[in-house]
């Protein structure tokens, strides 16, 4: 099909097969965003993680390294917020700081996919219009006593081209789609990962030591927030 052909087949189907370029370009558009945001993301948690591991107790400088390489990206939030937690609180309220900053960012890791999910069912809808747009000016043809049965059947394969170009445009959605959605929840859970790996290490704060007692034995110092005069 040359190129003149093309432009024939895509004016007879009320221009659909230009809105599926476009909606193409979209969707190319998007999953190459995404998969770069979200690949830095998922590189940047892998290398806190890793770090983390032979940590047993975590303090504030490690956590201010951890997050200078990573700035505005989901891990970093997660350090910004175990940061922003004072140890004369409860250990519980660590939880629930680390949950409310992953919950924040769960908005900005599964932007616009949304969209990318519209273009897969929108796709073969418009193709379809097209088709059957492109179907009005084929049967135009069988009313006309000159109409050559070529022309009707020429008609009809143009008229089809929407619908390949709808089917085409969310076959390549879908495969993106679902590969961006897949790499969107590894990085929640790991997200969850590290948040269960920073508790874990910023129990040794809360941690109650022994203190030697009357007599010489030993019995539990008073925990620290305590010993920070709030009773």
Not at 126 to 153: C, E, N, W, Y
Not at 211 to 225: L, T
Request: charged share 20%; hydrophobic share 50%.
């Amino acid at each position: 099909m040359n190129l003149d052909t093309f432009m024939h087949a895509a004016n007879s189907t009320g221009d659909i097969v230009y809105l599926m370029a476009l909606l193409l370009f979209i969707a190319l558009t998007i999953a190459l965003e995404r998969a770069w945001y979200l690949k830095r993301a998922l590189v940047a948690g892998n290398r806190i993680m890793a770090k983390l591991d032979p940590v047993t107790r975590l303090e504030e400088q490690q956590l201010l390294d951890l997050g200078e390489n990573c700035k505005n990206l989901p891990p970093a939030q997660v350090l910004a917020a175990t940061l922003k937690h004072d140890l004369d609180h409860e250990f519980e309220r660590l939880s629930d700081r680390i949950e409310e900053a992953i919950l924040r960012e769960a908005p900005r890791i599964d932007r616009y996919l949304w969209a990318l999910d519209t273009i897969v069912t929108l796709a073969p809808l418009l193709g379809l219009l097209g088709t059957i747009l492109g179907m009005f000016s084929t049967f135009h043809v069988l009313s006309d006593a000159a109409g050559a049965p070529s022309q009707v059947t020429g008609g009809v394969a143009e008229a089809l081209l929407a619908t390949a170009s709808g089917l085409f445009v969310a076959i390549i959605g879908l495969v993106l789609f679902n590969g961006l959605n897949n790499r969107v929840r590894v990085i929640m859970h790991q997200l969850e990962t590290l948040k269960v790996m920073i508790i874990n290490r910023m129990y040794p704060h809360y941690r109650i030591p022994l203190q030697a007692g009357p007599r010489g034995r030993e019995r539990p110092a008073v925990p620290r927030m305590l010993r920070a005069g709030e009773i």
